[in-house]
């Protein structure tokens, strides 16, 4: 990653997230189809409801002949983090139209806006369309070609975790976390360690009670208020 | 067996949420501007989800009972890490991270 922020960059920048995307993609695709989805089912629930767990979610929810209302409500739960995500990336793009807000909103996920926030690191805090657009238009053809693929393969593809492809994901936001300790001088390093260890203890703790729909988003609001508080308290 | 109908039901409508809660920030942010508190609250988002997102992967929720842990993903952390700090290449520490695991899965 440097500070070029051009459509090819996007591109580029976005290429280790994209194992990823196919790892995990694959693996919704064969359970799609080993819960009857079809293959056109599996690539629309990739290409319109395009978001990883919430995938997982719905096939495994519909299977089980839960409630439409509580699927809906299920999926909710489970993106209402990407408010927090979007919020943290719509302030650099204000400037830009309307309609290039609506689109890079439109397919900004968990692993695009990682991406941001590591770059802003390299390029003094700018971005651009060109580099968002991207890296998201990327991501979202790997994820949807992956999902299809995997539904078609379905049966061919015995054990896809067997290669270990869905962990370039955790891979990645290992990594990804280690550039921001590291790049991010707005906060004090031994702040950003304490909020991982506060992370690390209420994802432990949490698991105990709080379904794992909702767990991201109550850590990630609780290890942020923490985070203030010491802030405006011990003036770090 | 669901029908391809009602999964387009349930389909469009996760999809319309999952929109919103994406463009919302955007659509309103272009207009409005943040107070100070809430740019003090979000500077500490990308480092807390990034950790959540990572720690998620090491546990396994067992909801009434404490998480185990997932000891091939806590393994496959360590090289990661230690490529993060040596390469600082997002590609070296995610391909790292795939061959461990993939090895790890082999032997056990």
Known sequence: MNDTLDFRAGLKDTLPTVFGYIGIGLAFGIVS??????????????????????????????????PFVSIVFSVFMLSARMILT?????????????????ILGTLLTDETFALTMSKLNY????????????ANIFAYSAWAAASLAGNLLGSLIQDPEKFGLDYALVAMFI???????????????????????????????????????????????????????????AKL | MPSFSYIMLVVVSTGFVTWLCRVTPFFLLKRF?????????????????????????????????????????????VPSVLAAVLTRSLLVIAIVGVLTLAVIRALM
């Not at chain 1, 189809?33 to 979610?57: D, E, H, K, M, P």
């Not at chain 1, 979007?86 to 139209?97: F, L, N, W």
């Not at chain 1, 390029?123 to 991207?134: I, K, P, Q």
């Not at chain 2, 003090?40 to 988002?45: E, T």
């Open chain 1, 33 to 66: 189809r080993s819960s009857g989805f079809s293959a056109l089912a599996a690539l629309l629930t990739a290409l319109i409801t395009y978001s990883g767990a919430a995938q997982f979610v719905i096939v495994s929810m519909i299977t089980a002949g839960s």
């Open chain 1, 175 to 233: 990594g990804l976390l280690y550039l921001q300790v590291i790049g991010d001088r707005s906060i004090k390093l031994a702040l950003q360690g304490s909020i991982i260890l506060i992370v690390l203890v209420l994802t432990y703790v949490g698991m105990i009670f709080i379904p794992s729909g909702i767990l991201t988003l109550v850590v990630t609001i609780i290890a942020c208020l923490v985070g203030m508080g010491v802030r405006n308290h």
């Open chain 2, 33 to 77: 501007t943040m107070p100070k508190w809430m740019l003090d609250f979000l500077s500490f988002v990308p480092v807390a989800i990034m950790s959540a997102l990572v720690f998620n992967n090491m546990f396994i929720p067992h909801i009434g009972h404490l998480p185990g842990m997932n000891w091939p993903n806590i393994l496959a952390a």
């Open chain 1, 123 to 134: 390029t003094d805090h700018r971005l651009s369309f060109e580099w968002l657009n991207a």
């Open chain 1, 86 to 102: 979007s919020m943290t990336v719509a302030p650099y793009y204000k400037k830009e139209s309307m309609l290039r807000n609506i």
